[in-house]
């Protein structure tokens, strides 16, 4: 990385895609990096700068799913360039631009975007310092739980016990009844689970999101599925969930560190 004048972009290149703000009052040049080997550099103004690189106005945008994954990469790895230049950084969503427009040409509307945000943005910076994000996602095996709740409560054992000494009609009215009841334990428990496992993850965290839950794709079901930020330091999150996945019937996928996309929007 050189300290670099702002590159001259194309003809047809009127706009800048934003990557990530950033502390720092230099131009610096990160090298062809960006999407599609554009050359990324440092617009810098009131001692902050923001990660972009020349492109024309409009979204990134195609029908082959593998170009739009290589985009996507390819904002990623900048975010992290940038994190390894400058340390803690603003990541933008994927596709953000500044045109030209009636304020000026792109580079001005960018630094006075800058200006005004400025204060908010060195808030945030100040808030992620030293922070990454996390994933983590708790599922639990249904069959595992079923078997496990039936085998330690008296009032479902004893249901069970029974409707295998019964005749055939009583043996399948107890079964009906076995399986409502252990449905609505089952729902009892999970959502025990869930309200535990939050819990136990929101205190050794600087902030959570809930994201929406997704199919697990084999025999268990998500129960949670949260990003978390938190001090890239500190072990209490892995510790705690540990922890969780001793529970029988219970599994943890933890992934991280990432830069903080979900966390840089908040105030």
Request: net charge negative; glycine share 6%; proline share 4%.
């Amino acid at each position: 990385m050189t300290v670099c004048e702002a590159p001259a972009g194309t003809a047809d290149e009127d706009a800048l895609y934003v990557y990530c703000v950033a502390p720092g009052k230099v131009n610096w040049l990160l090298g062809p990096i960006g999407l599609d080997y554009s050359m990324v550099y440092t617009v810098p103004t009131d001692g902050l700068c923001c990660v972009v690189h020349s492109c024309q106005a409009r979204p990134y945008q195609s029908e082959d799913p593998q170009a739009v994954q290589a985009w996507v990469m390819a904002h990623q790895h900048v975010v992290r360039a940038a994190e390894e230049a400058f340390g803690t950084v603003l990541p933008m969503a994927f596709n953000m631009i500044v045109q030209d427009g009636q304020g000026g040409p792109a580079a001005y509307n960018l630094k006075a975007w800058m200006s005004e945000k400025g204060d908010d943005f060195r808030a945030r910076l100040a808030r992620l310092e030293g922070k990454a994000e996390y994933g983590v996602q708790i599922f639990w095996d249904r069959e595992v739980a079923t078997e496990s709740i039936v085998r330690s409560d008296p009032e479902l054992a004893k249901m069970r016990s029974e409707a295998g000494n019964k005749p055939e009609g009583l043996a399948y009215m107890l079964r009906q009844k076995l399986a409502q009841a252990t449905r609505t334990a089952i729902e009892r428990q999970a959502n025990r689970y869930i309200e535990d496992s939050y819990a136990r993850i929101r205190r050794c965290v600087d902030d959570v999101r809930v994201d929406k839950l997704k199919k697990a794709g084999d025999e268990k079901q998500m129960l949670l599925n949260l990003s978390c930020l938190a001090a890239k330091d500190d072990a209490s999150l892995g510790d705690v969930l540990e922890e969780i996945q001793r529970i029988d019937g219970i599994s943890v996928r933890f992934t991280g560190p990432w830069s903080p996309y979900s966390f840089a929007a908040a105030a």
